[in-house]
């Protein structure tokens, strides 16, 4: 048996200049965190002539271009596999469309998988390249790089995407003490609310095509602000940090009338009056999880969690896609 699996992800700064159309014109830069939260994928030999996958449904085809669900189908064209004999089965720690990068996490898993079944190494650049190319290239998503790369490798780490379609990749230089600091102090909160990013990063992908003046302004200030990020973090002002996240969250919200809703600009208030020194929704947004930065953190939880906000609490990953079992 074949186990693989991926991290899930948070946005430190950034998020939304990682799209095509953005990047491709003027380039893209941001910092995301794997955290310890992750997709799995298992794959092992079922003594049938039958492909047997199981998700959300159960599909049994003779062959993979028969399969319904495109990332899978897509994964096996690629790697010119037919998937005769095997089962595959996809488990999470969280459900998708909750803004943590799932699809992309899922893709590298199931990716990483099929590769250790062909008997084959993969880097994490050419694992995320594979994992960007089914999304992007065969299936068309309105969607970044980020998480597709951000689940490959793993950590706390920048990515600059170039006017060529290369990614550059390097760790963000945090002292020990600040990365621990970060860590203790970021908190998640979930809205209960979950839905899918496509028709928000289509908005965005659209405009940014047709040249719209308030939407590109908007992607270079986040751009800028992840850099400031970059800068506030390296230099240990954990302070400075937060108050950037709020300034993002008031930006990412003017891209799109979906980014919000008053149940959550409720939530974001009354956590800011309640020890969050700056916070944002993680994702493309219209939901998923709320994240804050809080040292007065029992303040925090007592408020959110006294509204009914559930609280997950994680750690960061430092090992990107891996094989837990081969």
Not at 12 to 41: H, K, M, N, Q, W
Not at 159 to 172: C, I, R
Request: one cysteine or more; hydrophobic letters at 40%.
């Amino acid at each position: 048996m074949i186990i693989a699996r991926s991290p899930l992800r948070v946005t430190l700064g950034g998020g939304g200049t990682d799209l095509p159309s953005y990047y491709e014109r003027f380039g893209g830069f941001l910092i995301a965190a794997a955290i310890d939260r992750y997709v799995y994928i298992t794959l092992h030999e079922n003594f049938t002539p039958d492909l047997i996958v199981k998700y959300s449904r159960l599909e049994r085809v003779s062959e993979a271009g028969k399969l319904e669900h495109p990332i899978i189908r897509e994964a096996f064209a690629l790697l010119d596999m037919d998937g005769r004999g095997l089962e595959l089965t996809s488990l999470a720690d969280i459900p998708a469309g909750t803004g943590l990068g799932s699809s992309g996490s899922f893709t590298t898993a199931l990716l990483k998988a099929l590769h250790t079944h062909q008997n084959s190494l993969v880097h994490p650049a050419d694992l995320a390249a594979q994992a960007c190319e089914i999304e992007i290239g065969r299936l068309k998503e309105p969607i970044g790089k980020q998480d597709q790369y951000i689940a490959a490798y793993g950590g706390v780490t920048c990515f600059k995407f170039l006017e060529n379609g290369k990614v550059e990749a390097w760790p963000l230089k945090l002292s020990r003490e600040t990365r621990d600091s970060l860590e203790d102090n970021l908190l998640l909160f979930f809205t209960g609310y979950s839905r899918s990013a496509s028709a928000i990063l289509k908005e965005q992908d659209q405009k940014s095509k047709q040249d719209d003046h308030s939407m590109i302004e908007n992607l270079h200030f986040v751009k800028d602000l992840g850099l400031q990020s970059q800068r506030a973090l390296e230099n240990g002002n954990l302070h400075e940090f937060a108050r950037l996240m709020g300034v993002h969250w008031q930006r990412k919200k003017q891209r799109s009338g979906g980014m919000s809703n008053p149940k959550i600009n409720e939530w974001y208030d009354l956590a800011l009056a309640n020890g969050a020194l700056g916070g944002k929704l993680i994702g493309a947004g219209g939901g998923g999880f709320l994240m804050f930065y809080a040292e007065d953190k029992a303040k925090l939880r007592h408020a959110m969690r006294t509204a009914g906000l559930k609280e997950v609490r994680f750690r960061f990953d430092f090992e990107g896609t891996k094989l837990v079992i081969s």
